[in-house]
């Protein structure tokens, strides 16, 4: 059975613009950009013995690049308190074991602020923590911190579908 959207006329993209990141359900505030999902199959090569010229190729090992957001820097310090999870000056008794990893989400918004698509990633922690970027006293720009996030695969949220525009 063909199943066809809501908006079958719909030939526009969505923009990449309008998104909201979540660590656990609550929106992250500031967040201004944000590396996407991406997931390589490592592919294995074998031959077979009855055609030596030529390899066969199957998928393998499937692996997850690293997500980095970033944000304008404000007195939210949700970044910095999960970044300590995993390194902490206080010492190694300080770091969190069990708490260390979170899933988030990333929700896409339609131009009408609709939520369009939404994605979640698991088991998540923090590789790199920027705090403070590269400070600039003839610049003008907004003084951005970063994470880097592992993460051990992500999945499109069905869940949520496509509406009928107005």
């Known amino acids: 059975m063909v199943q066809f959207a809501v908006n079958a006329t719909r030939i526009d993209p969505y923009k990449n613009f309008r998104f909201k990141v979540l660590f656990g359900g609550v929106v992250v505030a500031g967040v201004s950009k944000f590396s996407g999902f991406k997931r390589t199959i490592e592919p294995v090569q074998h031959r077979e013995g009855g055609a030596p010229s030529t ?24 970044f910095e308190r999960w970044a300590l999870s995993v390194y902490n000056p206080d010492g190694a008794g300080m770091v969190s074991l069990k708490n260390f990893r979170r ?64």
Do not use: M
């Not at 698991?122 to 592992?150: H, K, M």
């Open 103 to 166: 899933d988030i989400s990333i929700e896409l918004y339609n131009l009408q602020g609709v939520k369009v698509r939404a994605w979640n990633a698991y088991r998540c922690w923090v590789s790199e923590f920027t705090a403070v970027p590269e400070l600039d006293a003839n610049g003008n720009g907004v003084a951005f911190e970063s994470i880097v996030l592992q993460n051990e695969g992500f999945t499109r949220d069905e869940a949520v579908v496509e509406t009928a525009e107005f």
């Open 55 to 78: 390899k066969n190729v199957s998928p393998g090992l499937a692996s997850f690049e690293p997500i980095t957001i970033e944000r304008g820097i404000t007195h939210d310090d949700e």
